[in-house]
């Protein structure tokens, strides 16, 4: 089983600013069976990203994730107020796919 | 525009089966993969299983003895069978379109097990 490890778990920023989310994968994943969602408090997850750099219908250009191997990132070019929110990275290069433990992005 | 809708008792006893319905609507649940994901209250997240039109399943080892996944054509629904149920398996319990990556899911339903 591929185990994905988020750093930090919480990151502190504010609004206009940049911020940059890590996941490593304890083993060697494809990127193009990576992506990352976003869960906001009471509501289900959203995708953001898949096949490592292709964005959702609807996500906005500032979101960005790159990587390969067992590091991968997602960056979110210039915060606006409602990506406060929880993200997760996902493998589906392997079964069982598995999710990352989560950042909470958090207003400073 | 592809909406997803859970259904399922709420509570479950310990030992028993716990059954969720995934309602899909605006779309033939034919054409996709569809999956179900787990959320334990304030955890991460965990796939239990995809299903493609009866042809293509994939279960979670962890859960493979007790996990079963179907689709009813006629209805556009999928459903999702858990036996054996303990308090560790208390969860929101969403259902998605896909068998990679997942969009869309459902507002997901809360299973609680306890007697």
């Known amino acids: 089983e591929v185990v994905l490890t988020q750093s930090p778990g919480t990151l502190s920023l504010s609004p206009g600013e940049r911020a940059t989310l890590s996941c490593r994968a304890s083993?060697?994943?494809?990127?193009?069976?990576f992506g990352w969602y976003q869960q906001k408090p009471g509501q289900a997850p959203r995708l953001l990203v898949y096949?490592?750099?292709h964005r959702a219908t609807g996500i906005p250009a500032r979101f960005s994730c790159s990587g390969s191997g067992t590091d991968f990132t997602l960056t979110i070019s210039r915060l606006e107020p409602e990506d406060f929110a929880v993200y997760y990275c996902q493998q589906y290069d392997s079964s069982p796919y598995t999710f990352g433990q989560g950042t909470k992005l958090e207003i400073k | 525009q592809v909406q997803l809708q859970e259904s399922g008792p709420g509570l479950v006893k310990p030992s028993e089966t716990l059954s969720l319905t995934c309602s899909v609507s605006?779309?033939?649940?034919?054409?996709?993969?569809w999956g179900w994901i787990r959320q334990p209250p304030g955890k991460g997240l965990e796939w239990l299983a995809y299903?493609?039109?009866?042809?293509?399943?994939n279960y979670n080892p962890s859960l493979k003895s007790r996990v079963t996944i179907s689709v009813d054509t006629s209805k556009n629904q999928v459903s999702l069978k858990l036996t054996s149920v303990t308090a560790a398996d208390t969860a929101v319990y969403y259902c998605?379109?896909?068998?990679?990556?997942?969009?869309?899911w459902g507002q997901g339903s809360l299973v609680t097990v306890s007697s």
């Open positions: 083993q060697s994943v494809n990127s193009i069976y």
């Open positions: 299903i493609y039109n009866t042809g293509s399943i």
């Open positions: 096949g490592a750099s």
């Open positions: 998605a379109r896909g068998g990679g990556w997942f969009n869309p």
């Open positions: 605006g779309g033939s649940i034919s054409d996709y993969y």
